[in-house]
């Protein structure tokens, strides 16, 4: 009894340190993560903007002098062009070839799918830059959006198949029997039955094949010549004053109009599918 | 409506598993057909390649006057049952129903109309904008019958119709069933395991083992005359009792018991021979004194199955099977011995079968066949 009375103050201080530590830890994390977050909150407000967070003197200048930039609002569209077209390009091939690959027996698939996984990383990587640019280049490709969809598609796909084929996997294959039974072709079964079912699968890939996208610089910046069609990834590099320094107020609005529309997308997704498995299938 | 005659039907999957054996089968034009017999006997296989979900290796297929051997399921004009259901999760039980007429391209007015007209026959107008998951076993089960009638196909084919309903609602599905077969009268065919459920719904019955059928036959003739000893054994809630037995002369002696020949046996049988005698549990009397013509033994267990008790005796028979087989009895409440007694059990008068080499021993007809047929 006498021991433990005695002990129990110093237990109560230990418990209190390790606490205070703890917390301390996690305030550092979270201010290491959060800090970049606040320059891009307010560096665009900020009339002179330095390379650290602090409390801006609020300007909307910045805005302004970004609209007289020609290249600037103009390389957003062409990065939801980019994005977009990709992200159809994907979602549709992915969803087809996953299907296939779910519901037809062939011998060494898993070795397949985990193939072309490995490869996928290697295809819009740096170590194919120059054979890329070669077979655009004898393509046609050269200064194409389509180029550069083609690509971003290719390199993308691999994994989106992926992903989608563990959707499928999951859907009961007496659904699809039942609508063959009633006469129903393998692309009517896609339409009506699969695709419904796996939507969130698809939700899924699609943002992840534009977020993939919209933060991609090599491969438009190795196939596209001119800054007309260079996304936002590509036009931020230019983003210089004419002494060679990063312009920060051009940069840092920039920064914060590039990252809008890709945040927006994820809660807009996120609330219309909840990237759950919906459907109510028991088995 | 039509008739399905399936001749030398084969079915080999990949790897060399025979799930059909040169299958001969007729089902009659309006019949409630069961596909009767243990986990992997061929019975889903066979009601698959009906529905054409399965190509068959070799046979045919003939739908009333149509070879649909070769033709896709779409094609066949069957309307299938899963086991499962396999409602689509992400259409009301409207959109479920009218979803074979949209693959027919009937236009939305016209096929909602039929849906909702369907779904009242099955007492289901309340749950039209319902999704599937919104609804009991039972409903679940009345929707996809509802679908499969909204096309009006020339056969149904039912997976394991009442597996996936707990016991209660089973008995009434059961009914639910049999009378809507009855006033639709379409071919119907259904697999199951559950041999209570193929005596109580079918017109007849194929009892399959191995991918062979091993009886076909009315729910009363296979009850009574099982045509091999596998049917004896998987038809009845209790097994049939198959006790070693010889003929001594206008006898069958099992152990130092005498039991009279069936009648059917008469003259089918030789002196001496080895065969198999087999009752039914129902049709044995338990007495508790000695009584001529009877079997007797010791009783082990007494189960209680309510209105009945099932009694387990062990009867000494003949030296060479070890010396004493299980025979079972149904006992009337209030009448049961306690184990350990000694008891006597009679069979009733033309319930008694004899077996040779697992086949039925008879007077007029091949096994498996009704002796009418026979001539």
Known sequence: MTVTTAERPTIAVRHLLARIGRYTFLCLVLAFFALPLLWLATAPFDDTPTVTASLPRFTLDNFRALLDNPYALRSLLNSVYLAAGTAALVVTFAALAAYALSRVRVPGRDALLYGLLLLSSIVTGTATMVPLFELAFRLNLIDSRLGVILILSGGLLPAAIFILKDFMDSTPASYEESARVFGASPLQIMRHIVVPLVRPGLATVGVWAVANVWGNFLVPFLLLRGPDKAPAAVIMYTLYTEGGQADLRLLSTFSLLYSLPVALMFVFVSSRYGFRFHGGIKR | ?375
Not at chain 2, 206 to 235: D, H, K, L, S
Not at chain 2, 324 to 330: D, E, L
């Open chain 2, 1 to 375: 409506m039509s008739a399905i005659t399936m001749r030398e039907l084969t079915k080999v999957y990949p790897g060399g598993v025979r799930a059909l054996d040169a299958l001969d089968l007729d089902i009659v034009d309006g019949e409630f057909f069961a596909l009767l017999g243990p986990s992997g006997c061929g019975k889903t296989t066979l009601l698959r390649t009906i529905a054409g979900l399965e190509v068959a290796s070799g046979g045919s297929v003939h739908i009333g006057e149509r070879n649909v051997t070769n033709l896709p399921p779409g094609k066949r004009d069957v309307a299938m049952v899963f086991q499962d259901y396999a409602l689509f999760p992400h259409m009301t039980v409207q959109d479920n129903i009218a979803y074979p007429l949209r693959i027919k391209k009937v236009d939305r007015r016209e096929r909602t109309g039929k849906a909702a007209e369907t779904a009242d026959e099955l007492g289901l107008s309340a749950l039209l904008q319902r999704r599937p998951g919104q609804l009991s076993g039972g409903q679940q089960q009345r929707v996809a019958l509802a679908r499969a009638m909204a096309c009006h196909p020339q056969v149904f084919l039912l997976d394991e119709p009442l597996s996936n309903l707990d016991a209660r609602l089973r008995l009434e599905a059961r009914t639910f069933l049999k009378r809507l077969q009855r006033e639709l009268g379409v071919t119907t065919v259904f697999v199951t395991h559950d041999q209570a459920e193929a005596l109580a719904l079918a017109d007849r019955i194929a009892v399959m083992e191995g991918g062979r059928i091993r009886q076909v036959g009315t729910p009363t003739e296979v009850f009574r005359r099982p045509a091999n000893t596998f049917v004896a054994g998987f038809i009845g809630s209790t097994p049939m009792n198959l006790v070693g037995t010889r003929v001594r002369g206008d006898e069958l002696a099992v152990g130092a018991a005498r039991l009279p020949l069936p009648d059917d046996a008469r003259g089918q049988v030789t002196d001496g021979e080895r065969l198999v005698y087999a009752v039914r549990p129902e049709y044995l009397d338990y007495s508790p004194t000695q009584v001529a013509g009877a079997l007797s033994g010791q009783v082990v267990v007494v189960e209680n199955l309510g209105s009945v008790s099932l009694v387990s005796l062990d009867v000494p028979t003949d030296d060479t099977d070890g010396g004493a087989s299980s025979v079972q009895v149904v006992v009337a409440e209030g009448r049961e011995p306690d184990p350990g007694d000694t008891g006597w059990v009679v069979p009733r008068p033309g319930r008694s079968l004899l077996y040779r080499d697992g086949d039925l021993v008879t007077a007029g007809a091949e096994a498996g066949v009704p002796a009418a047929a026979q001539g």
